[in-house]
């Protein structure tokens, strides 16, 4: 079956702008994470979604960020007013499981802000 | 924030030859899992080894876990020039996978 697709693969804009990142999961993974990874580092954690739970906003950097899941499916994560420190690779992550089952990441995101 | 270090931070050995990674963390854990990066197939998981496993096998990879030094190895035997890749290691924590810096590992034919 299909992996997690994200769009766009890569987005350059001007810094202020808002910028959209989708992810569309594997198909009946309750669980769903988005990170960040700048150039030669490791993941960095933002938001965690479970099924209809409350999601974990905790590793969301500022309130510039902000995230959604429509049930089980597709997540967008929205980045308000866009600055040059917000430029890298955001990956989005799917698993079947919470119980520490692998995780399944798409492609990535290269979000460059000028 | 990190909760995995990897050592070291950048390795290049000839093709045939054996890579060791090593992996440090801080905090008690689930389990812990070994993820490869490369710029083709993006990042995947390689192997899981949950906290009360001393030690796992994956086709050429080997994964120790010693939970009282909280550190962990990736042995890679027999290396391929498709070895070549940035190798992570993550901690399992609540519901976390909590990330290292990576290992950049690079095999010479």
């Known amino acids: 079956g299909a992996g997690v697709s994200q769009s766009p693969s890569n987005k350059v804009t001007e810094k202020g702008k808002d910028v959209e990142l989708r992810c569309d999961p594997i198909?009946?993974?309750?669980?769903l994470y988005w990170y960040r990874q700048r150039l030669g580092q490791g993941l960095e954690f933002l938001i965690y979604f479970q099924g209809n739970s409350a999601p974990d906003k905790s590793g969301l950097p500022s309130d510039r960020f902000s995230a959604e899941r429509t049930g089980e499916s597709v997540s967008t994560l929205t980045i308000q007013r866009t600055q040059q420190e917000d430029s890298a690779v955001y990956l989005c992550a799917s698993s079947q499981r919470t119980d520490y089952n692998e995780q399944f990441f798409g492609p990535g995101t290269r979000l460059t802000v000028l | 924030s990190q909760q995995g270090e990897e050592d070291p931070q950048a390795l290049s050995i000839q093709e045939g030859e054996n890579a060791t990674m090593n992996c440090s963390y801080k905090?008690?854990?689930?389990?812990l899992q070994w993820y490869r990066q490369n710029s083709g197939r993006g990042l995947v998981h390689l192997i899981l080894i949950r906290s009360n496993e001393r030690e796992k096998h994956s086709g050429r990879l080997r994964v120790t876990l010693d939970t009282s030094k909280k550190s962990s190895s990736l042995l890679i035997t027999a290396s391929r020039a498709a070895d070549t890749a940035s190798y992570f290691c993550?901690?399992?924590?609540?519901?976390?996978?909590?990330w290292g810096a990576g290992t950049k590992l690079i095999i010479k034919p």
């Open positions: 993550a901690t399992a924590y609540n519901y976390q996978l909590i």
């Open positions: 905090t008690s854990i689930n389990n």
């Open positions: 198909s009946g993974h309750t669980a």
